[in-house]
């Protein structure tokens, strides 16, 4: 009884071209992100404040970043950021 064998040589050669199709596709995984088209729903005055945002444009994903900042004590993003019960070693907060 021998296992199969399986050279090293055929298995970086399909991972590496997984991996450079994945990068050549564009880079966020979402299907709406990034979208330069307004959707027929969403008034144009929204969609003025929105098209540039992080959260929805992946061009914007280069140039700003996200940041959490609680101003409530009974905050509604419930991301558990102020909650340490959930800190862990890689992540410091105030």
């Known amino acids: 009884m021998s296992a199969p064998v399986i050279s090293v040589e055929s298995l970086t050669g399909r991972f590496s ?3 450079l199709a994945s990068a050549d596709s564009g880079g966020c995984a979402s299907s709406s992100c990034g979208s330069s088209t307004r959707p027929s729903d969403v008034d144009p005055a929204v969609w003025d404040k929105i098209k ?3 959260c929805f444009s992946e061009e914007a994903h280069h140039y ?3 940041m959490h900042v609680a101003v409530a004590p009974a905050c509604n993003v419930q991301c558990n950021y102020c909650n340490r ?3 862990c070693a890689n ?3 105030p």
């Open 91 to 93: 992540e410091s907060r």
């Open 85 to 87: 019960k959930y800190d």
């Open 64 to 66: 700003f970043a996200r």
């Open 17 to 19: 071209d997984q991996l």
């Open 52 to 54: 540039d945002h992080p």
